[in-house]
């Protein structure tokens, strides 16, 4: 059951340039998305979510953009810092599931000096 | 900051045995979440519980496993007989409403199943 997909298993970048996580989705009945971070040994900390009828969620340096028709969203992260380097996931929910959050298997991004 | 709280950290236990992991939710909180992860897998869900009762269960929340909460603060996941594959991270989550659905996480509970 890979209904959250996140394609890329790691991502490296160098601090200050942008980061792009990727996720793409099957089930056209999500409709509210968050991206949560995780570090070694915690649990998932929510870093910024959007609902289906928007495209666009912003907040200090994450974005997050939904591309509905193609079922698929991005984290922009903008300028990378290396303490951004932690284990990114993508998860999804829709209100006709109790509101579930079903998760991507993670994106481990490291900000290099 | 209100966080989740969960313990303990690590469970060890025998094959066959009894758990009980603990969380204790924000407290104005209404939903409340089990998931585990399984190592170098994905976060799953388990069940959520709202007004006291069950709203939904995955298809490995079987009869083996129980959720209760005995007071305000508290929220329990059982397992009655433990098997090897329930090794795995537990993360308790809460969240104040369904629609807009933020969830907050405890750092969650290891149980290794011996």
């Known amino acids: 059951d890979q209904q959250v997909k996140q394609n890329s298993p790691s991502l490296s970048v160098q601090e200050g340039r942008i980061s792009i996580l990727n996720c793409d989705y099957t089930n056209s009945m999500f409709d509210y998305f968050l991206w949560y971070k995780k570090y070694p040994a915690e649990g998932p900390t929510f870093l910024i979510s959007?609902?289906?009828?928007?495209d666009k969620n912003e907040d200090g340096r994450f974005t997050v953009f939904l591309n509905k028709s193609a079922k698929h969203l991005s984290l922009h992260i903008v300028p990378s810092q290396p303490g951004d380097s932690a284990v990114y996931f993508c998860a999804a929910s829709s209100g006709g599931s109790n509101y579930k959050l079903t998760f991507g298997k993670g994106t481990l991004l490291t900000v290099n000096p | 900051e209100p966080e989740v709280t969960q313990t303990p950290s690590h469970q060890v236990t025998q094959m066959g045995q009894e758990v009980i992991l603990r969380c204790v939710p924000i407290s104005n909180h209404l939903y409340f979440y089990w998931y585990r992860q399984i190592l170098g897998q994905k976060v799953e869900f388990l069940v959520s519980f709202y007004n006291n009762e069950i709203s939904e269960k995955s298809e490995i929340f079987d009869d083996q496993f129980s959720v209760e909460r005995p007071d305000g603060s508290n929220f329990t996941l059982k397992i009655r007989s433990t098997k090897l594959e329930d090794s795995a991270m537990y993360f308790c989550?809460?969240?104040?409403?369904?629609?807009?659905?933020?969830?907050?996480f405890g750092a969650g509970t290891r149980l290794s199943v011996l």
């Open positions: 989550a809460s969240s104040s409403s369904g629609i807009g659905n933020i969830q907050y």
């Open positions: 959007i609902s289906s009828i928007k």
